[in-house]
Nanobody, 116 residues
Framework: QVQLVESGGGLVQAGGSLRLSCAAS????????MGWHRQAPGKEREFVAN????????TYADSVKGRFTISRDNAKNTVYLQMNSLKPEDTAVYYC?????????WGQGTQVTVSS
């Protein structure tokens, strides 16, 4: 079992930055990959980024590439999402998740709102 708690969301103007954090507990954090997804009102949840258990490999959705950076600190059991140059279309609830072969876990989500 893994418990995930996101934080760091909020309201920001277009062009601004936010850093999301996701604290994990339970299963040994350094043994599994992690990811971020988001869901905007009226839309399906979509992939944002993921990171391997070592932190050496990352993948991004085209829509955030060059603006968002995923990272992790295995000593703190935490994964981060640094979001720069935010756009109104980035407005969504952001969820962190484990990236396991099956039976993944999700956090409760944190709201990010970007005003124009």
């Amino acid at each position: 079992q893994v418990q995930l708690v996101e934080s760091g969301g909020g309201l920001v103007q277009a062009g601004g930055s936010l850093r999301l954090s996701c604290a994990a507990s339970g299963r040994t954090f350094s043994t599994y990959g992690m990811g971020w997804h988001r869901q905007a009102p009226g839309k399906e949840r979509e992939f944002v980024a993921n990171i391997s258990f070592t932190g050496l490999r990352t993948t991004y959705a085209d829509s955030v590439k060059g603006r968002f950076t995923i990272s992790r600190d295995n000593a703190k059991n935490t994964v981060y999402l640094q979001m720069n140059s935010l756009k109104p279309e980035d407005t969504a609830v952001y969820y962190c998740n484990t990236a396991l072969p099956r039976n993944n876990y999700w956090g409760q989500g944190t709201q990010v709102t970007v005003s124009s």
